[in-house]
């Protein structure tokens, strides 16, 4: 059983304006939101694996970010490549994919989508010059209620796995309760979570409340960004 390791994600990064540590909470939390839908790439810049192994994960965030006034923090996002199943492997099959947006509908009209923050992995933040670990980042989930991304989408009609491709466009027609409720009464998922939790020696574990500490709090309020 091989633990997960770097070759066996997909990094994303978020440009964002952190000023608050309510912000970070939310991240970790709830997940991080998109007015995009399910467009990942809309959302995130993918990060080239080529260029993560040779530069290294920090020195590509910092000038990601870069030094500009409009954004001062990036957040981390990795997510398994397997579940993009875009490799037809020898007996024919693909790798089970694995949904990961969910449906926004709550709060503010100007968000439509929420990434799961299962695969938010952390967020550094330019003004404090401090990073921030997501204790709730566990790649291995249940999924459930959860809308393939458009770009996984894609990747099922590049190998033909027109089966997959259906069963993520029929689930755009329901709402995330009701994909929700059914995913759980058939256990939809459990057969897939079990595949890569036996894959990986990956468990999944509870969602928890994170709650920023209070040295880490301080941070915020005595700089002004």
Known sequence: MANINQNDYNYYLHKTLIST?????SLFNDGLKSRYNYSLHSTLFPVDKNDL???GLEKIITEYLGNGD??????VVKIPSKYFSDVIHRDGKIDPPVPFFREYTEKDWDWNALLSPKLV???YCRDINKSF???NFCPIFYPDGCQFSNEQIQSFESVNAYDW???ALARRNYSFQQLYTNDKHKN???KIVNYYSQLYGIQPKQMINYEMLE??????SNKTL
């Open 21 to 25: 540590p309510e912000t970070i909470e």
């Open 53 to 55: 192994e040779q530069r």
């Open 70 to 75: 409009t954004y001062n923090s990036v957040v």
């Open 121 to 123: 992995q952390g967020v």
């Open 133 to 135: 670990e997501n204790s």
């Open 165 to 167: 491709r259906e069963f």
């Open 188 to 190: 939809i998922w459990n």
């Open 215 to 220: 040295e880490d709090k301080k941070l915020f």
